[in-house]
Every structure is written in C-alpha cells, then in structure tokens.
DNA sequence: TCCATGGACATTTTT
DNA sequence: TGTCCATGGA
C-alpha cells in the first residue's frame, strides 16, 4: 500500500530551510505520494501541514482518523523524526490500538517503534515510572482503579470520625477525581469548593489521601497525569528532555481534553526556549545516525535514562509563572480557568508542531470534566495555529446529514462546520412515536426483522451487525433485551461493567498482586476473607493496628501475629495457613509459567471452588470469566508484565463473532457506525435528560443536544428515531413528551411513521394524560406541521396486522410481560416478528426451523424442526442462569429457572449443563 | 456465616 | 419497580 520509509531512509535532518535544496526535493517528492492522492483538499492540507500547531476540525464520517494516521505516516515518510519522537495520544485503549493498526498498515514495522503511541494515561505511567523517585514513588508503584480509591478513601473517611452514611467515599472519589481533572493539587483546590465535604475536611481528607497513596507506592488515574504535571513543572530538566523529544505531537478527540490533559499537552509542547536552540532542532543522538527503521526494535530512548535526570535540582521552580497556580483561582467553580491562566503566555514559546484533531460538535463527556472550551480556545492557546475544516463526510446519506447537520446547528457557541455528501440522499430520518417503551422495543425488532426479510427478497443481505439501538440511559437496554431474547434475535450488549473491574477477575488479581508484591495492602485486604476463612474484622483490625505500629505491610503482620499468640486459635490458623499459601506461590513464581500459576493460586486458596459452590445464577459465568483471566495470561511474557497492563490496557475481549444486533449506549457509540441505527427513547426528561437539564442549564441541554448529533451520524443509511408516550420509569408510568430534538429536524428530511404495530388509540380518551395534554407546557413547540401530521395519524392505527392488544378495552394496561409472552407463542398470534423473521435469517440464525407463513399469517407455529431441548433438561441462561426445561415448543422452551421463575425463551439463548 | 430485611437509589464512562 | 447495599438476627 503506502510506500514504506525501508524505501526511504529515516534520517532526521534539521528543519529544512524555506525554499532549501532539501524542502523543494522533499516537496516534489511529497506530491505525488500515493497515500496523499487519495486525500481531499483539506485532508490534505491536515496531512502536510507538518510545522506549527495544526487544529483538525472533523465532522462526524469526514476520515479524522485517516487523517491522523496518513499524518504519522507523512511525518516518517519524509523523515522528519524517528518514530520515537513522536507523540500521538488518544483517549482509549481501543483508539491507539487501532490508529497503531492503521499506520503499521502504512508505514510497516516502523510502527513497532512508535514507543510514544498510546492513551494519555498509558503514557502518563510510562513517563512516570522512569522519574517515579522524583515524586515520591517507586518506579513499580501500583495503579489504583475506582474500586481500590473508593476503599482507601472509605478508610480515611472513617478515620476522620466522619459518618460514611452521610459523606460516602464515592462521593469523595468522584469530587477528588473532579480535582484531578482540573489539574488540582491539595493545596490548590478552591477552599469553598474543598470545605463542602466532610464538614470542610473535604481537603484534609484529599491531603490525607494523596499521602496514603503514597505510603502504598500507588498512583489513581488521575495521578497518572497530574503527577506528570507536577514532574514536569518541579523539574525542568526532564521537561526539557521530553519537549525535544516529541517534535512531533498528535491529539485524538480533543475536545474530549479535560485541563489536566490540557496542560500536560501544553507542558510538552513548548519548546525549549532560546537557550538551547540547537538542541531543539537537531535530531536527538539516536535519531540522528540515520538508521534503517529496523534499529529502533527493542528500546529506542538511549540517552534517555533515569539516571540522566536525577541529579537536577528538583527545588527550583522553572516557571514562575506556575507558581500563580489555581489555588487562587479567581473563580472556583472554573478553578480550571485560573490554571490556564497560569500558563506562560503563548506567544513568548516557540509551539511546536502540534496537531490536534477533534469535533466541538461531538463533545459529550464534560460531565466527566472535558473541556470543550480548550478546542474552541485552540487558536488563541496555540498562536499561529492552522486550522482546517473536514466537512465532507464519507459516512451518512443525504437526508441523514442534514437532518443532523440542522439539529447541531440550533447549538451556540461552536465552531461551526458545514458537513456535506456527495453521496445521495437515501432514506429520510424516520421519527416514529410508540405507547410506551414496550411497543417501542416491539416495533424496532419488527423493522429488524422486516428489512432482514426485505433485503432477502431482494437476495440480499442485512446483516445484523450493521445494526445498531442507541439508547440514552442503560436502563432503556432491558426493555429491547426482554424482546429480543423472546424474540431469538441475537444481539450484544456493549458497555457494562469491563472485564476487569468483574468482582471474580478483581479478586484474582488480588491474590496475583500479593504474590508479586507482598507489600500491596489493598490488594491482600480485599482477599484476606475470600473465600470465607474467619478472618473477619476483628482479625483485620489487628492486622492493621499491627501494621499501623511496626509500619509494616499487612502480610509482614499477618506473619508476625499468625506465630504468636496474640490471635484466636482459629483465625490463626487460617492466617497462618493462608501466609504458608503464599510463601508457596512465591517460590513457585521463580519456576512456573504465569498462567500456570495462577490457576494453582487460585486453585489452592479455594477461590475456584468458592464460585463451583456458588448457586447463584452468575457463578457459571464468573468461572468462565476466570478461566478467560488465566488464558489471556499467557499473551504476556512474566507476572509483572501481565499485571502492568491489566489496569490500564486490558479490554474486554468481544470475539464474538456471531451476528448480532449491538445495544449501547450514545456515550458508547461515538466513534462507530452502522448501517442502521435505531434512536429510541427521544422524550423530555429521558433526551435531553432531566438531569442534564437541571444541573447544567443550557450547557447541559446543549451537550445533550450534541449526543443527539453523535447519534444520528452514527449511521450510514439509516437513522430511526422513537419516542415513546408512555414510560415506566422507577415503577412509575409516567406520561411523557416527545423530546424538543424531534421538532429541531427539518420536515424536508423527516418521515413520520406510526409504530408499526399500530398504536390504538394513541391520544384518545382513557388511558391516563394523553402528550397533548401536557403539551400546553411546550407552548407551540408541537404545533410544527410535521408534528400535526404525526398526530394526525394517531387515531388512525389499529391491531390490525400484528400483535395482540396490549391494553385492553377498559383501559387498564396489563403489565404482566410473561403473559405477553405465553400470547404470542401461545393463545394468540404472535406478532410480525416472529413470522417471517426466523425463515429469512434462517441461513445463519437458527437452520433448522422455518416456520410456514403465508401472506405473514402464522401457519404452524411450532416449526417442523423441534428443539433439540427436552422436558426436563437442565440449562444454563445467560441472565436466568440455571433451570429445568418443562415444556418445549418449536424453538421455544418454557424452563422453570431456579432464580428467575418460569419463563418461556427461545432455545438458542440457552445451553445444557 | 448465612440469610432476611429495609433503605436508598435509579444518566452518560475511560483510564 | 428492582437492585444493591448495609445491617442485624439466627
């Protein structure tokens, strides 16, 4: 594909001069590359616009990552720095892997040597561990995730003497990460801000915390980054290494930046200042000899070692202008306002070659402390900067850009882009308004269903994958779960709890981590009871006090007290016996494979056979998970590396390859598309949410606003858009109005449908506050003709071709949803969905049956082909877990789950145990 | 140690 | 409504 720099020795010549021999060869050369041809104009412009700060503004679809990667590419291409001295930070795992992806594809192996590719944390860790002595850590120092923080925090919190009922260590978490985030050290968070935890201990406690963290040679996410900040400023020297380092730097989804990631972007790239202005132009000593890419296998940054750093003065402050730092924020509520304030002014460094890319329009994480203000602030923090514009968009179809493109544009305060096509204008946004919830996620699965047997017709095929349903809030998920499940279509729930923040995989690591590192108190807290031996908290509070007087870790303690007497026989013995446990593991370590010998910690501390013993309706899939911990072991090479990149690198493994419809969140889905995506739930209070709403005011309505953008121009043919009257939300049915988005689409670009089920009586008498009562609330937002004529068609559904009425003549709605399901494949005709569905997706999704319809009338309801399942077999589900099959019909079973009840599901969402 | 009970809680999520 | 948590009794 792309030419590979083996072609072109990667040399790194000092900046060519304007209008050099070298810059005109090098230009000629630059213009008929092949990987450039394929750009458009602004892409290009974004690709070679190698010196000074570039701003990449990219619209949903437009090819950013392209972009980026064609950037690295160019960059080595043209020799303009050595892999190694470039720093390209994204925000995910998911994101480095795949911009590393895509310019190994470019570029060949030289991309093994880009040693400073990865997620803003992973470099952080990386940076730190080298100066790690520098700021009072040791250079193998533990990364805490939330769990761990909340544990630690829930410690101090008690110590104060403070109620952990009333001021909840999560809460303490979530506000110490808030600071973090903001590039807050103790000291500088804002008084006012501080004193409202804890009876104005809310500081103290942060204080107290920071050094606990410290005690336990251990660093939380934030201080991944905060801890950099603070290396960097506290000594200049190091700073300095790195600036002339990375000549170049590249930012994925800047405006997902939150200050702290702001200013240790800022740090890095400013040059150094005119005192050393060799040295920032010439190449470092390694890049410089000229090499063939293949000499940057192994570790590329000699001349680069801790040792060169650690005889700096580490008192003296580099910037004064630091010094002025947040702590006296003029404004506290925006601490982060006086922290860039701080920051040397602009115009008095030399910027380097900085290129971030990102989309104002697609900042949806400031509640989580993104700043989106430092992308629209770029040009001024970044003088000079080039800012170019990716507006074509290679994803979407006409109608569904512009109905997009309209919705963003009623947002003030954005940059401001024009995303167009040139592709046609395909199918309208369709908006369609469902009763409730339950026809909402009824009518999708039929419109999946429908277009896999339309695409059939056509002897094509809609493959499920191309599928998306995005939702708001998580709990909407279990509504299209429940359907989908009784409907047997496949489909994946995406986001949830990560593999490794799993209690099971938790624990494991726990024992892993004490047998690396006798010394990790939290980890050897957390499994000291698990599985149950009696070492309750009477035990552990003399491990502790123990610990606390010698200043020891708490396995020296627990080896101390396990010998004397001090102790109950019985905890003890179990104290002793579990310190043998790992005496053993320690040795073992010296001899067994890593995998291995966590199958036998885990084997032997009982562990394993907790979970066997468990019944509960997970427990089968914790000991998969489990086993699934020790197989990826063996991908790393010893314990600690595994351990390493466990907390930050690791991923949930979807090597799911079935067909399935996706099920996420609109926070999840950035960054994807689909063929179709299904947009449910677009109401007042759900989207924009209320809270949203509440806490933000128009930012809030505004940030929700974009999500609703993100959402649309996640797909690439098709966006259908639902609303539901009714929801049940915490137990309540709560009547509720179509979300103010809807009436922002343009009419040209929108189609208004019923559900297809037919929605009887939608707004007709009798079923509690019709939406055109609450209307007057709205004033004349819903008097929009597209709205009308939504309404108008109201009256008109029926039952007529699916379904069986779900609310019944008196009005009173029938919410028993296993009734629901015994109708449909039971008593009466089942909707739809289940008609044609199975026969046309037959080929991959379930073989043996298909079910005889004509004219989508039901025939034979139980298939010719049975189940394979029979009466009384035992079976494991997914989200019931274990149970009896009592009765079998077709592909449906009715299993009597030990947990669960009596449920009736479809036979390929089970297996036999 | 296990189980029952009651209360609080119920956006969005990465590292 | 339903889930998760802490608590307290057996």
């Given at each position: ?70 950037r690295i590419a160019h960059i080595l291409n043209m020799g303009r720095a050595h892999p190694s001295q470039i720093l390209a930070v994204t925000f995910t795992n998911k994101a480095a892997r795949e911009m590393k992806e895509r310019v190994g594809m470019m570029v060949g192996a030289v ?220 404004s506290p509520a925006r601490g982060e306002e006086s922290a860039q304030a701080a920051l040397p002014s602009a115009s008095q460094t030399h910027q380097k070659n900085i290129c971030c890319v990102g989309d104002d329009d697609q900042s949806i994480y400031g509640w989580r402390g993104a ?96 599928v998306a349903i995005l939702v708001r809030a998580s709990f909407q998920m279990r509504e299209f779960e429940d359907r989908f499940i009784q409907l047997g279509m496949p489909y994946r729930v995406i986001g949830g709890p990560r593999f490794y923040e799993r209690a099971e995989i938790r ?407």
């Open positions: 594909m792309a030419e590979s720099p083996r072609s072109a020795p990667v040399s790194v010549p000092p900046r060519p001069a304007a209008g050099g021999i070298a810059a005109r060869a090098m230009a000629a050369r630059a213009s008929n590359l092949p990987y450039l041809t394929d750009l458009n104009p602004e892409q290009r412009a974004a690709v070679e616009t190698l010196d000074g700060p570039v701003l990449v503004l990219a619209g949903a679809g437009t090819g950013k990552t392209r972009v980026l990667t064609t991309a093994e040597g880009m040693p400073w590719m990865g997620t803003f944390h992973s470099i952080g860790v990386k940076i730190l561990r080298r100066h790690a002595e520098m700021v009072g850590l040791k250079s193998d120092f533990t990364i805490l995730d939330t769990d761990d923080q909340i544990r630690v925090l829930k410690q101090l919190v008690e110590a104060e003497g403070l109620d952990d009922k009333r001021w909840p260590a999560r809460v303490l978490a979530m506000l110490i990460d808030g600071w973090k985030n903001r590039g807050l050290t103790p000291e500088q968070v804002p008084a006012g801000e501080a004193a409202s935890f804890g009876n104005g201990k809310g500081k103290k406690l942060y204080t107290a915390y920071q050094e606990r963290l410290k005690t336990l040679n251990a660093a939380d996410f934030g201080d991944l980054l905060l801890e950099c900040i603070r290396l960097f400023r506290q000594n200049p020297d190091v700073l300095k290494q790195y600036q002339q380092r990375f000549r170049f730097i590249l930012v994925d989804e800047y405006q997902d930046t939150n200050v702290a990631q702001y200013l240790w972007l800022r740090l890095l790239s400013q040059n150094v200042p005119s005192t050393s202005p060799q040295a920032a132009a010439q190449p470092s000593p390694l890049a410089g000899e000229g090499g063939s890419p293949e000499q940057s296998e192994g570790e590329p940054d000699e001349g680069f070692e801790l040792a060169d750093t650690f005889d700096m003065p580490a008192s003296t402050d580099p910037s004064p202008a630091f010094a002025a730092d947040a702590a006296q924020a003029p700043e989106v203000d430092n992308i629209l602030r770029f040009d001024h923090d970044f003088p000079g900067a080039k800012v170019v514009r990716l507006e074509r968009n290679y994803r979407s179809t006409g109608h569904i850009l512009a109905a997009a493109s309209a919705l963003i544009a009623h947002n003030e305060g954005r940059l401001g882009k024009t995303l167009r096509t040139e592709d046609e204008l395909g199918e309208k946004v369709q908006v369609t308004g469902a009763w409730d919830s339950e026809e909402e996620a009824r009518a999708i699965g039929e419109e999946i269903e429908q277009m896999q047997r339309e695409a059939r017709d056509r002897g094509e095929d809609h493959p499920l994958d191309e624990d494991a690591l726990a024992y892993l981590r004490v047998v690396a590192q006798p010394a990790d108190d939290l980890a050897f807290e957390r499994i000291v009871n698990t599985p149950k031996r009696g070492l309750g908290d009477a035990a552990l509070q003399m491990l502790h006090d123990y610990a606390r007087k010698n200043k020891v870790p708490l396995t020296e303690a627990a080896r101390a007290l396990s010998a004397t007497d001090e102790m109950k026989p019985k905890p003890r013995t179990a104290l002793r016996t579990l310190m043998e446990s790992f005496g053993r593991w320690a040795k073992q370590k010296e001899t067994l494979p890593h995998n291995e010998l966590a199958e036998i910690i885990l084997d032997e501390s009982g562990y394993t056979e907790m979970w066997q013993k468990d019944r509960s309706a997970d427990a089968a899939g914790r000991l998969e998970n489990l086993k699934e911990l020790v197989r990826s072991m063996e991908e790393f090479e010893n314990l600690q590396g595994f351990l390493e990149h466990i907390s930050l690198v690791m991923d949930r493994d979807s090597a799911d390859n079935e067909q399935a419809v996706s099920i996420m969140t609109l926070h999840s889905a950035k960054g994807l598309e689909f063929d179709t995506v299904f947009l449910p739930g677009w109401e007042e209070g759900l989207f924009p949410h209320q809270r949203s709403l509440d806490d933000q005011g128009r930012a809030g309505l505004e940030e929700e606003r974009r999500l609703a953008h993100v959402g649309i121009t996640r797909a690439r043919k098709r966006a259908k858009i639902y609303f539901a009257a009714n929801r049940r939300i915490h137990g309540l049915w709560s009547s509720n109005v179509p979300s103010r988005f809807l009436d922002e689409l343009p009419e040209e670009h929108v189609e208004v449908k019923e559900a297809a089920g037919g929605t009887g009586g939608f707004g007709m008498s009798g079923y509690g506050p019709s939406r055109f009562d609450e209307m007057g609330s709205f004033g004349s937002t819903y008097s929009t003709p597209g709205w009308q004529r939504a309404q108008q068609r109201r009256g008109k559904g029926g039952f007529s071709d699916s379904g069986a009425p779900r609310y019944v003549p008196d009005g009173v709605f029938d919410q028993d949803s296993d009734a629901y399901a015994d109708d449909d494949a039971a008593s009466s005709p089942p909707p739809l969905s289940e008609r044609g569905g199975r026969a046309q997706s037959a080929g991959r999704l379930a073989p043996k049956r298909a079910p005889l319809t004509i004219e989508g009338e039901l025939i034979a309801k139980s298939t010719g082909a049975s189940s394979s399942f029979k009466v009384g077999d035992r079976v494991f589900h997914q989200k019931f877990g274990n149970g009896n099959v009592v009765n079998v019909d077709g592909n449906k079973l009715t299993i009597a789950f030990d947990k669960a009840g009596e449920k009736r599901v479809v036979d390929s969402f089970v297996e036999r145990v």
